[in-house]
């Protein structure tokens, strides 16, 4: 019972992630006031993913950072922290 708590917490948690990480891209495209509160909240949920990313995923002028962490908290973070939570419960 437990573990399906967690497991159900964590899912919700890097989808929220992942929305964020979508509405990081869509601002990039409309450029909002940088002074706005929820841009600047947004942002600073945002960056500490992105940023270590863009040292290997900027190709020109296009940034491939969204994706990239987009894949790894899809495909790697979260069944990584599936299996973990299975482990200790």
């Given at each position: 019972?437990?573990?399906?708590?967690?497991?159900?917490?964590?899912?919700?948690?890097?989808?929220?992630?992942?929305?964020?990480?979508?509405?990081?891209?869509?601002?990039?495209?409309?450029?909002?006031?940088?002074?706005?509160?929820?841009?600047?909240?947004?942002y600073g949920l945002t960056e500490p993913?992105?940023?270590?990313?863009?040292?290997?995923?900027v190709f020109g002028p296009i940034d491939?950072?969204?994706?990239?962490?987009?894949?790894?908290?899809?495909?790697?973070?979260?069944?990584?922290?599936?299996?973990?939570?299975?482990?200790?419960?």
């Amino acid at each position: 019972m437990l573990q399906g708590i967690f497991i159900t917490a964590g899912y919700y948690l890097f989808e929220l992630i992942t929305v964020l990480i979508f509405v990081n891209i869509v601002f990039s495209w409309v450029r909002p006031d940088p002074d706005n509160i929820i841009v600047k909240t947004i942002y600073g949920l945002t960056e500490p993913i992105l940023s270590p990313l863009r040292r290997f995923t900027v190709f020109g002028p296009i940034d491939f950072s969204p994706f990239a962490a987009i894949l790894l908290l899809q495909m790697v973070f979260y069944p990584l922290y599936q299996k973990i939570i299975t482990l200790i419960f």
